[in-house]
């Protein structure tokens, strides 16, 4: 099962890569003192955020002003891990929990009210991670033609889906299900279990900052980081037949097996560095074996119980198909990594500090708080979560990437 641990927010920011280090972190005033988990960044000013006890944040003004939404309905003790906003009255918020703990609700209406739209159906199951986007619904399964919804997709902890798969199989296996929530029409539907993504012994996926998933369009492609492992996903037809099919690729990562504590918690992908899939072809009876696809990503985690401990914390691709551990690794466990593509840097957070790289995640360093900018001693620690510029954590903490940061580092390069 996923584990829950709760490690404390940390600060965030850019430095040129050869010029001095500007920790610049924006601390702002989030109003709650709630455990930050999960942060969106819609943009234009529109930001979302959720944490525990049901905590849900908006601002629509950049984060000058964080707005304490109302609870969602039987939500005040749940963990907020995910949430995926669409504009300043559109956001899904998943909790994440064992069974009927983990829950995803949305709102239409600014977050003045909620409606619980799925349950997790399996009593031993944990959901991790979701992605969604906006569409127009294609067919009237599930509003008329054209009607605005939402597209989704849940990764959960390997169970036994007996509610919630397409074949009868008693094997655990990752769940990880679709489903359409309306926007301009109040259905909602959830898919079978996509149930033959099958789970090694002991393997879980880690709910710390729902950056371990990412849906891939146009195609139907999945790209899932759980335990030591990158597991690519994609639905499909092959051709000429146009047969429904699926393919799977598993990309090790390099991380030694420790504890059940330890793991990758976040994954990262530079934009359009991807190779989309090709199609799947079909010759007598057998299946031609698809490759790995190609991107250049970054994975970071460690095991959060030993934040302090270097060891096996990030690995990169490069472009490639195949990880590589960091040659300067991270200086901690580490929860969360983006991709800043003005600066072309990399920066991942954990709770004892924020790192940043600048040759594709090959190699780390820390960044410290300027004195010269009166910043609090531990403006660079114990964060949770990022979405660019934003960056959340413990007891009610968000931070904002200073811009002059950001100016500094593409000028001095």
Not at 243 to 261: H, L, Q, T, V
Not at 280 to 288: A, E, L, N, V
Not at 382 to 390: E, M, V
Request: aromatic share 10%.
């Amino acid at each position: 099962m996923a584990r829950l641990f709760a490690y404390m927010s940390l600060a965030f920011l850019l430095m040129a890569a050869c010029g001095p280090a500007r920790a610049q972190w924006e601390i702002e005033n989030s109003g709650t003192t709630a455990d930050l988990r999960g942060i969106d960044n819609v943009g234009g000013g529109v930001a979302w955020a959720s944490g525990t006890n049901g905590t849900v944040l908006r601002t629509e003004d950049g984060g000058y002003l964080w707005q304490n939404c109302a609870i969602p309905p039987g939500a005040e003790h749940l963990d907020f891990r995910g949430i995926q906003a669409f504009d300043a009255n559109t956001a899904i918020v998943m909790s994440s929990g064992k069974g009927d703990l983990s829950r995803l609700y949305k709102t239409t209406d600014g977050c003045h009210s909620w409606k619980l739209v799925f349950t997790n159906p399996d009593k031993d199951g944990f959901w991790d991670a979701v992605v969604a986007r906006t569409v127009k619904a294609e067919s009237g399964d599930v509003c008329d033609v054209g009607s605005k919804v939402i597209l989704g997709t849940i990764l959960g902890d390997p169970s036994v889906h007996k509610s919630n798969q397409a074949d009868t199989t008693t094997e655990s296996s990752f769940y990880l299900a679709n489903f359409y929530a309306g926007i301009t029409c109040s259905k909602e539907k959830v898919f079978p279990s996509a149930s033959s993504i099958f789970a090694l012994p002991g393997e879980a996926a880690f709910a710390a900052s729902n950056s371990i998933l990412a849906r891939l369009d146009p195609a139907s492609t999945y790209w899932m980081a759980v335990g030591r492992r990158l597991i690519q996903y994609s639905v499909g037809f092959t051709l000429p037949g146009r047969y429904e099919a699926e393919d799977f690729c598993d990309i090790g990562i390099p991380f030694s097996r420790g504890s059940s504590s330890a793991g990758v918690f976040s994954l990262a992908i530079q934009p359009g560095s991807f190779t989309p899939p090709g199609p799947t072809k079909i010759g007598g009876f057998h299946w031609k074996v698809p490759s790995c696809q190609k991107a250049d990503m970054v994975i970071v985690g460690g095991d959060y119980q030993a934040i302090d401990r270097q060891q096996d914390t990030a690995a990169f691709t490069g472009g490639s198909n195949k990880f590589s551990l960091a040659q300067t690794p991270p200086h901690g466990f580490r929860s969360a990594v983006a991709y800043d593509a003005d600066a072309k840097a990399w920066i991942t957070v954990g709770p004892n500090g924020t790192d940043i790289s600048t040759d594709d995640g090959k190699n780390w360093r820390a960044l410290r708080p300027d004195a010269e900018l009166h910043e609090a001693s531990d403006a660079d620690r114990n964060w949770n979560a990022l979405s660019l510029p934003f960056v959340v954590g413990s007891h009610g903490r968000i931070g904002k990437l200073n811009p002059k940061a950001l100016d500094a580092a593409k000028g001095s390069r």
